[in-house]
């Protein structure tokens, strides 16, 4: 389907295929080493073409569950920012939908008629990530706007009132 996209809109399609095999022992999740591996492939994909800047898809929501993620697992306060200069600023990481929810890009995705990516990981429901989405969701119940407010959090860190 990608391949077909790309070529309706005049845009050459770039396949590489990464290994996603991850050592239980290493001591880092699955996720984070699957992650790593594709974000270095596409570094340098990026690289060869001679490209400065590359375009991911996250969302607020994805912001959201990482702040929470950091905090939780890592113990600091930090996110997916909008706009990272990278490699001695000789390259900026952008996130254009960071702003829009995972419901409104959702929308737009059926508005469209975009088929819906399918996902071949063996470990989508056991991750940390989806336990916090799930947390996520409880919190929900106890404040509707729990995603706003902790989106807005990362903006506005009163650290005179912090340890």
Same mark, same amino acid.
């Given at each position: 389907? &990608?391949?077909? !996209?790309?070529?309706?809109? #005049? ?18 999740? &699955? ?11 596409? !570094? #340098? ?28 697992? /890592? #113990? ?10 990278? !490699? ?31 996902? /071949? ?27 706003? /407010?902790? !989106?807005?959090?990362?903006? /506005? ?7």
């Amino acid at each position: 389907y &990608v391949r077909q !996209f790309c070529e309706q809109l #005049g845009v050459e399609f770039i396949h590489r295929t990464i290994a996603t095999a991850v050592k239980e022992d290493s001591g880092k999740p &699955v996720c984070f080493v699957c992650s790593w591996n594709r974000r270095k492939t596409l !570094f #340098g994909i990026a690289k060869e073409y001679g490209c400065n800047k590359l375009a991911l898809g996250h969302h607020r929501d994805d912001a959201i569950e990482s702040l929470l993620m950091s905090m939780m697992f /890592n #113990g600091t306060i930090a996110s997916m920012p909008p706009k990272l200069a990278m !490699f001695d600023r000789t390259f900026t990481l952008i996130r254009p939908f960071i702003y829009l929810t995972d419901e409104e890009t959702t929308r737009y995705a059926a508005y469209r008629n975009f088929k819906k990516q399918k996902k /071949n990981c063996p470990h989508e429901r056991a991750t940390n990530r989806h336990a916090v989405a799930e947390i996520i969701r409880q919190m929900e119940a106890l404040s509707p706007h729990v995603k706003g /407010n902790l !989106f807005a959090a990362m903006k /506005n860190i009163q650290s005179e009132y912090l340890p």
